[in-house]
């Protein structure tokens, strides 16, 4: 079995959920055994200011510290528990030798194997207008679709106004389901990705009036879970 390192804190309930799920995989697959993970949690706010004054360069210098952290640990591989870091994984898995498993590689990967054609990607600002997602796309036949101007600034000021405080309300849920039904009227969308690991935990459904909502987290957590096992 390989040791599993987490980064966490990137979003304290999405990483709770990470836990969970690979907790509750793993005991089925070893006979009720617990995974063996170890969490980093880091300072999340510290990371949104540099990402705010475009200093990915911090952002990524920090990460590779915390990284190297969990090899110091004995870890065999690594993945952030968010897709907004993910925008300079490229750079952390150049200077680590650590090697890590990607939610967005992930992502396509099971859009791909669905038989999707069109999807739309729900997120942050920064994984909705940044190219870490449309990169790992363009080598498919996936068509990747973001929401307006005014959908985006929705969503964004939604994920750091209450999904990051763990507020979940109603009323921004019908909001986010009914985006995803104007997408599919204007771009003939038939999944959102769920790209922001605390949007699953506020929409808490697989499909919705016909369009697929494809979990990153429980994705993400599938990949590491066969990555562990083997």
């Not at 009227?185 to 990705?193: L, Y």
Request: proline fraction near 4%; charged fraction near 25%.
């Amino acid at each position: 079995m390989k040791t599993l390192g987490l980064i966490g804190g990137t979003g304290p309930e999405s990483t709770i959920d990470y836990y969970r799920l690979l907790t509750a995989q793993y005991r089925e697959k070893v006979d009720g055994a617990s995974p063996p993970v170890i969490i980093n949690s880091v300072d999340l706010k510290r990371m949104i200011n540099w990402m705010g004054a475009g200093e990915l360069d911090k952002v990524t210098d920090y990460l590779v510290a915390e990284f190297e952290k969990l090899q110091r640990a004995g870890v065999d591989f690594g993945a952030l528990t968010a897709n907004t870091p993910h925008i300079v994984f490229d750079e952390i898995q150049e200077r680590i030798s650590l090697p890590l498993i990607s939610i967005v590689e992930a992502a396509c990967e099971r859009t791909q194997s669905l038989g999707f054609k069109t999807v739309a990607l729900f997120g942050t600002r920064y994984t909705m207008e940044a190219p870490f997602y449309p990169k790992v796309f363009s080598r498919t036949d996936v068509k990747l679709v973001t929401p307006t101007k005014s959908e985006q600034d929705y969503i964004h000021e939604k994920y750091f106004g209450e999904l990051l405080k763990d507020v979940f309300l109603p009323e921004t849920r019908a909001r986010f389901l009914a985006i995803a039904d104007e997408m599919k009227a204007r771009d003939g969308i038939e999944a959102v990705i769920l790209g922001g690991t605390e949007i699953p935990l506020l929409l808490r459904t697989e499909e919705h009036n016909g369009v697929k909502l494809l979990d990153t987290t429980g994705i993400h957590v599938d990949r590491l879970i066969e990555e562990m096992l083997t």
